[in-house]
């Protein structure tokens, strides 16, 4: 014990030796009046109060989209539908004509003109084994001749077996696995079979049949039913309304058709407020 007391007074000893050498050392080097200000500048920046920025919480109802200055001077336009039908436009349209070749005839936005060589845009035939696995929005993504879905924004070729576009490469034809407006022929009018069945409960089968078919959008315009509006998230912010989101199955939960019939509810009852 008495060998353990002195080993433990002589580490002390040292010990403290050993601080009082460092700390001469520290002040010949002024390193303590260093650290001291820099501990008052430190204390000082945070004694400085950040500005509070206010919230603002965003206010959503219903209003109509902006159009553009531009298009609105094009009014009663008569155009030629894809399908030899004439069709009068009375509310201006919102797309760039789609012309085919040097001809007069507009295009659709389902087939939209591409200057790329045919031979360039073959499938491979990994891609024609998996396009057809799943007929709702397509399987296969392609930058090419995939069209873009207006709701869900996926640029993938349609499922469906008889598209000549899609199946065969040939960009003089249509996708038949997505929708047209015979109106505007926009990119607003462009559905792919799910979207067109989840988001507004219509069937492709019979949207094709339709050659007077109108998206959302020209509906709304020629006063048909200015309740039934594109739910897309894009639309529904442009007007100042919160995005649904996956709205399906509170739609069906509630007897709805779609999304759309259940917005078209909520609007009709805010309007009677």
């Known amino acids: 014990m008495g060998r353990l007391t002195r080993a ?12 009082s050498e460092n700390q001469v050392r520290l002040a010949s080097l002024g390193l303590e009046k260093s650290a001291g200000e820099l501990k008052s500048i430190i204390s000082s920046v945070k004694s400085i109060k950040k500005p509070v920025r206010k919230y603002r919480k965003s206010i959503y109802d219903f209003t109509s989209l902006r159009r553009s200055s531009r298009l609105m001077k094009i009014s009663n336009d008569s155009i030629s ?12 349209s919102r797309t760039r004509s789609f012309r085919k070749g040097d001809g007069d005839e507009r295009r659709p936005a389902n087939a939209p003109l591409l200057s790329v060589n045919a031979s360039k845009v073959q499938l491979s035939p990994y891609a024609l084994a998996r396009r057809c696995n799943s007929r709702s929005r397509g399987s296969v993504y392609d930058p090419v001749l995939g069209i873009c879905c207006h709701f869900c924004r996926q640029k993938k070729l349609c499922g469906e077996e008889d598209c ?17 407006c ?14 067109l069945k989840v988001r507004y409960g219509e069937e492709m089968e019979e949207v094709i049949k339709n050659k007077q078919w109108m998206c959302p959008h020209c509906m709304e315009a020629k006063g048909i039913n200015p309740y039934w509006i594109c739910n897309s998230s894009l639309c529904l912010r442009k007007r100042k309304i919160a995005p649904t989101g996956i709205a399906i199955f509170e739609a069906r939960e509630q007897g709805f058709k779609s999304v759309a019939h259940l917005l078209m509810d909520r609007l009709k009852r805010k309007a009677k407020l």
Do not use: F
């Not at 433990?8 to 601080?19: C, H, M, Q």
């Not at 539908?81 to 201006?92: A, K, R």
């Not at 000549?164 to 047209?180: A, L, M, Q, S, V």
């Open 8 to 19: 433990n007074t002589d580490y002390e000893s040292l010990r403290k030796a050993r601080i």
């Open 81 to 92: 539908s894809p399908w030899g039908d004439n069709v009068s436009l009375s509310e201006p």
């Open 182 to 195: 015979s109106v505007c022929h926009s990119s607003s009018g462009v559905l792919c079979r799910a979207c």
């Open 164 to 180: 000549k576009r899609c199946g065969d490469g040939d960009i003089d034809e249509p996708c038949i696995g997505k929708t047209d």
